[in-house]
């Protein structure tokens, strides 16, 4: 871990997290559906943009077509027009370094739709056509981050991973985990390697130019919780080799009843290598994103 911490821009969050999550970690926003995780995923990605002079990238793991507004909320809540990388363009290795070139920071690697995309829902042949696509996309994916890392974008937002009762049947972790263990979290010359491979002799004085520490790299994983009720969340144990036992912080996103009525709440469940706050803090979610009272 190096540097300065990565805060979202929310004192009141921010003060919670000790100055902000820490670099070259990964840290999971879990809450169900319509707890504000995206929102907040974009909130901590704009931030980058004053705290490293570059915004954070999305990567959309999304399958069925289900819309996370992402374009909306970045247009309507930070002046952010996302333009979304070309997954499907043949890879132009030499275009690497063409630093004038528009990349685009939304990748969104599986746009077949209509499925899920775990083992138990596909039938072979399907599944199959699945592992042929997610071996199309690695390269390409490489690419993406690579690209993004050597022009100085240092925050990473992961969403659309559909939950699943277990993380080794689904092709989306599937792909997270060799996303975040192999490009992530490698130096940066090996991930040069990875996309170069056969030119990076010929490359290599441009990569050894245009370094990162990949240390400096934060990583924000948005999970989509079964449970509704923030209670819940908090008493769910941690099961041993999911996303959670891995993660070096956890926040929890979810529902509050009180005197009859509902409302949102958040809490820092873990914060390892830091100070962290025990509140349960409130929050809204307006037209301007979320608002903690």
């Known amino acids: 871990m190096t540097g300065s911490r990565q805060g979202f821009g929310i004192p009141v969050l921010d003060q919670l997290l ?34 490293e002079g570059h915004r954070g990238v999305i990567c959309d793991l ?9 374009a909306g909320y ?3 809540q930070f002046a952010w027009e996302i333009v979304e990388y070309p997954v499907q363009a043949p890879l132009d290795l030499h275009a690497v370094w063409d630093f004038a070139r528009p990349l685009g920071d939304y990748f969104h690697p599986f746009a077949r739709g ?15 056509a699945w592992k042929s696509d997610l071996a199309r996309v690695l390269r390409r994916s490489v690419a ?27 092709i989306q972790f ?39 520490d990949h240390r400096a790299i934060g990583c924000l994983y948005l999970y989509t919780a079964p449970h509704i009720l923030l209670d819940d ?5 941690i099961g041993e ?25 958040l809490y820092v469940a873990k914060h390892r290598g830091s100070a962290c706050g025990d509140e349960i803090r409130p929050y809204r979610i307006t037209d301007h994103g979320l608002v903690f009272d």
């Not at 707890?35 to 943009?49: H, I, V």
């Not at 209509?114 to 199959?128: A, F, I, K, M, Q």
């Not at 999911?242 to 509902?262: E, P, Q, S």
């Open 18 to 51: 000790g100055g902000g999550l820490l670099p070259g970690t990964m840290t999971v926003l879990a809450g169900a559906t319509g707890a504000g995780k995206t929102q907040l995923g974009l909130r901590w990605a704009d931030a980058g943009l004053r705290a």
């Open 62 to 70: 999304t399958s069925r077509g289900d819309a996370q507004n992402h």
């Open 74 to 76: 970045a247009r309507d």
């Open 114 to 128: 209509g499925r899920r995309v775990t083992r138990r829902d596909l039938e072979p042949d399907d599944w199959h």
């Open 144 to 170: 993406f981050f690579y690209e993004h890392f050597i022009r100085g974008s240092r925050r990473v937002v992961v969403d659309g991973i559909e939950p699943t009762e277990r993380f080794g049947d689904s």
């Open 174 to 212: 599937e792909f997270f985990e060799y996303l975040y263990h192999q490009v992530l979290r490698k130096e940066d010359e090996w991930a040069a390697r990875e996309l170069f491979r056969e030119q990076f002799r010929a490359n290599a004085p441009r990569v050894l130019e245009h370094r990162y």
């Open 233 to 237: 969340l908090m008493t769910e144990p």
């Open 241 to 265: 080799g999911d996303i959670f036992a891995n993660a070096n912080t956890i926040i929890l996103m979810g529902r509050t009843r009180d005197a009859g009525r509902l409302g949102r709440a």
